[in-house]
Structure formats: structure tokens, C-alpha cells
């Protein structure tokens, strides 16, 4: 990790193609690399990225004022008529275009760090559903083989064991750079990381050595950003047709998209499925509501994970462990001793007999599997009550589909908030019930409070019940007009129970 380098090694090491560069007689040292301007202080290379609501071209002016020494940039001919400053003349800043500023932010950033994305084995996983939990297990399993690793994920980022924060499902480039660099200062060997189609797109992943990338399934999400499923699909493509040949593409080959990304990458294809023929074939013999059964490539294991979209999880650590070339029977035996990932199909069982399951379920596919799950275990005789919301300022569309899919396989449904960040709650939920139909209205209740919705949906439940919470999970806050208020669904639910 460094403190301080010279502009041009800086650029050298970053490999950034740059259209023009300004001041090229002077070679200022470096003191740290930024985005935003408010971290800019004496010494340092401002990099203006043309963001989603700011453009960082709008703050050189202050960058310049607070002691940039160098500029990174896409429009060089703008500067001076914007910000009065005579880029030509002998200046001690020095100024550097390049076609994308994003692009170039990750590969400085690499750079500035130490490249640390080299030193471990990097592997990314991508995909509407799945994302958390196959990480995080890659996480946990190789640390179970005796590996120091590196997790970066929604849920929480891990340094080995030190639990890091997290803000977004990816972090900026400088964020991941500077955690992987910490991550090999650590010792770190391996480091798993959630890779976001925001993230592929905005190029917050540029500058990573990918080892390898994981597949899971695409289905509606994110399109009040990508506006369409063509532009959704084309972001994850993006993630593997960048793959160097020297690392290993997984997929499912199962999903209807999951071949479209090994059209045109160079790394090694390989794939994994419950239904056709594939490198990491698995069948599940047997489920129950605290595990599985399974064959994986005809060797049994016990799981203590619950329901299909948890095999195809388990299919996906398991084929990223072989192909990182770790035995296959000791992966076996350590995924055997794996348990569920926080808010991720976690259940809480009352004195009386009813489970709660907390669940992140939050599109119309992700409902489907998990209450899929539910009856592949629900007991003869016994009832599914499901509560779930949809997020405010996010894809309306998606709002009746994720009703319908929810009365769909529930006996009871209540619709709640979740996070209306600053949306009007009650709205969301009117959306949410334009999509059911008169007598699918008549199994549903909307309790705006969302405490008290899982209030009502145990007290409804008898012995045999299961309570399904979706659409948080892990999450122990409620957005609500951009403040985080507390709220932890499995601690409401053992309040409850324990009542």
C-alpha cells in the first residue's frame, strides 16, 4: 500500500490509455488518489467520474483550489473556459483525458494499492438471486480449509475475520482496492465478492484480476436504473465477456440465461445444474425444514440448508471450490458444515410450534423459490402466512408481480412496508395490491406497520404454521425519508415469541 508515488510510475503500473496529458514536464508525487473532491487535500490525483446524479467534471475547479497536484478527466478542452484555469501555462497541476474516468479511477486505484487483486485468487459472483449467500459460503468454506479470506458482500465486508461495514452490494473502486489491499496485508490467500450489475456498469470493479466468476439466475430487478431486462442482461455479460482465459466461468446451466454468458468469454466454462448434464450435477434426495439431502457428482452430503434455489447455491461453492482446485471430497465434507447465511431462509421456531422464516426475498422469482422451498416441507394439514413490502424509489413494476407470486403460494398474505425510503408506504402497498384479483384480496391484509403485520401473521398462525418475513433479511433498519430507524425482523419475531 502506498503513501506516496510518482505521477508517471502511477500511470505506468495503472496501464490507463490516456488521449491527452498536459504539463508532461512536470512529475508531481502523489499522496493519495480520490473521487470526491471533499477528500481532496495537498498532493493528491482528483479523478472525475461522471456519476449517476453528480459529475465529479463539476468539481475540478475545487479539487485545483484544495491542492490537487494532478487531474484525471474526460473533457480537457472544457476546463479552462469552465473553471478559468489556463491548463496550457507552466502550472503545477498536470492534466490527463482518457475515453472513461470511471475505468481509469479502478485501474489507479489498483495501482495506488499494491495491484492486491493479484496477490489473492479473486472470484466474483453475479446474478439476480444468490449472490449473498454463495459468496459468503465460498467465504466460510475456505476458511474452513485453513485459508485466510477476504469477503466483500451486502451483508458485511471481512478482512479474515474482521468484520468490515457495508454500505452497497459493491463498494466504490478506491473502497474495494484499499480492502483487498488490507486483505493481503492480512495474509489473505482467496477473497470472494458480490459483484452488482450497478457495479459492472458504472466499471466500480475496473482494475480487478478476476480468478474466476459465478452465475447464478436473472430475473426482473433494478430496472428503474437499467430501464430494461436487455440492458440488465448485457451488465452481467459484461462481468464474464471481461474474464481473462486464465480463469474459470461458472454458470447455471439451468437458467435460461446462463449459457448467454459463456457466449464470448475467454476464461474456462464450466457449469452446474440439478436438471441436465453439467460439470457439477447435484439431485436433492431429501428436504426438511433445517436441511437437505443431496448427491453432488454422485457423492451424497447432508446440508443444512433448505430448498432448490439453496442446492443451486450449494452446486455453485462447491464447482468454484474444485475449480480453484481444492479436493472434492474435503469441499464435501466442509459444506456439510456450513450453515445458512443471516437472513438468508433463517428459521425461528416457536414454543407452539410455529417457524418463522426470515428471508431476503425482494423480486417476484426470489418469492417464488423461497415459498417453493416452504412447501417442499410444509407438513400435511399445516398453512403458509406470508408478510412482505417492496421497496420505495426502486422498480415499481415489480410491486403486483411480487403480490401475486406471494398469494399465490400462501393461505394468508399481508402486505407491509419495508424500506419506502420517500415514497408514501401505503402507496407502495396499493401498488402492490392492484395485482391481485378480488378473491386473492380476500386472503390478504395490509397493516402499513410493519411490526405490527408480523405481529398479526403469528398470532394467525397455529402448530405446523410457517410465517414467512420477506423482503429484508439481514437488514436491522427501516429506511424511511432518508433516516435508518432500527428494525431487525428476527428480533421482532423472537420478541414476539417469547411474549
Not at 487535500?41 to 475547479?61: C, M, N, P, R, W
Not at 466468476?213 to 471481461?242: C, E, P, S, V
Amino acid at each position: 500500500m502506498n503513501d506516496r508515488m510518482r505521477l508517471s510510475g502511477l500511470i505506468e503500473i495503472a496501464g490507463i490509455t490516456t488521449k491527452a496529458y498536459r504539463n508532461t514536464i512536470i512529475d508531481p508525487e502523489v499522496k493519495s488518489v480520490c473521487s470526491d473532491s471533499r477528500q481532496v487535500a495537498q498532493g493528491s490525483l482528483f479523478v472525475a467520474v461522471e456519476g449517476t446524479k453528480v459529475d465529479g467534471h463539476d468539481y475540478i475547479g475545487k479539487a485545483v483550489e484544495q491542492g490537487a497536484v494532478a487531474i484525471v478527466c474526460e473533457h480537457l478542452n472544457t476546463i479552462a473556459d469552465l473553471y478559468q484555469i489556463d491548463v496550457a501555462s507552466e502550472s503545477d497541476v498536470v492534466f490527463i483525458t482518457v475515453p472513461d474516468s470511471a475505468e481509469a479511477l479502478g485501474q489507479l486505484a489498483s495501482a495506488w494499492y499494491g495491484e492486491p487483486s493479484r496477490q489473492m485468487m479473486t472470484v466474483g459472483v453475479t446474478g439476480t438471486n444468490g449472490k449473498t449467500t454463495i459468496a459468503t459460503l465460498l467465504y466460510h468454506l475456505f476458511r474452513r480449509l485453513g485459508y485466510k479470506t477476504g469477503l466483500l458482500s451486502t451483508i458485511c465486508n471481512y478482512i479474515d475475520d474482521e468484520p468490515v461495514p457495508t454500505e452497497h452490494t459493491t463498494p466504490d473502486a478506491l473502497t474495494i482496492h484499499k480492502l483487498m489491499a488490507q486483505m493481503v496485508e492480512a495474509g489473505c490467500s482467496y477473497v470472494f465478492m458480490e459483484v452488482s450489475s450497478h457495479a459492472i456498469d458504472q466499471k466500480r470493479i475496473s482494475g480487478i484480476d478476476f480468478n474466476g466468476g459465478i452465475f447464478t439466475n436473472l430475473t426482473r430487478d433494478h430496472l428503474d436504473y437499467h430501464q430494461t431486462t436487455a440492458a440488465y442482461l448485457k451488465a452481467k455479460k459484461t462481468f464474464f465477456d471481461n474474464l481473462p482465459v486464465q480463469a474459470f466461468a461458472l454458470t447455471n446451466a439451468d437458467e435460461p440465461n446462463g449459457r448467454v454468458m459463456l457466449q464470448n468469454t475467454a476464461a474456462q466454462r464450466l457449469t452446474y445444474s440439478l436438471r441436465t448434464v453439467a460439470d457439477f450435477k447435484g439431485k436433492i434426495i431429501e428436504s426438511h425444514v433445517d436441511g437437505t439431502e443431496m448427491e453432488i457428482n454422485r457423492q451424497n452430503v447432508h446440508t443444512h440448508f433448505t430448498g432448490r434455489f439453496n442446492a443451486y447455491n450449494l452446486l455453485a461453492v462447491y464447482g468454484a471450490a474444485v475449480a480453484l482446485g481444492e479436493d472434492a471430497d474435503g469441499v464435501l465434507v466442509a459444506l456439510s458444515a456450513l450453515h445458512p447465511v443471516s437472513g438468508r431462509f433463517e428459521t425461528i421456531r416457536s414454543r407452539q410450534g410455529v417457524t418463522a422464516i426470515i428471508d431476503y426475498a425482494h423480486t417476484p422469482d426470489a418469492l417464488e423459490n423461497v415459498l417453493g422451498s416452504i412447501h417442499e416441507v410444509l407438513g400435511g394439514g399445516a398453512h403458509v402466512i406470508t408478510v412482505v413490502g417492496a421497496g420505495g424509489n426502486r422498480d415499481k413494476g415489480k410491486r403486483p408481480l411480487m403480490a401475486k407470486e406471494a398469494v399465490r403460494q400462501s393461505d394468508r398474505l399481508i402486505l407491509t412496508s419495508d424500506n419506502p425510503r420517500f415514497e408514501n408506504p401505503e402507496d407502495i402497498i396499493r401498488d402492490m395490491a392492484a395485482g391481485l384479483t378480488a378473491s386473492e384480496r380476500e386472503r390478504a391484509l395490509c397493516i402499513t406497520d410493519r411490526h405490527e403485520a408480523i405481529k398479526v401473521a403469528i398470532a394467525l398462525a397455529q402448530k405446523g404454521d410457517i410465517v414467512l418475513i420477506a423482503g429484508k433479511g439481514h437488514e436491522n433498519y427501516q429506511e424511511i425519508n432518508g433516516v435508518k430507524y432500527p428494525f431487525d425482523d428476527k428480533e421482532i419475531v423472537r420478541e414476539i415469541f417469547n411474549s
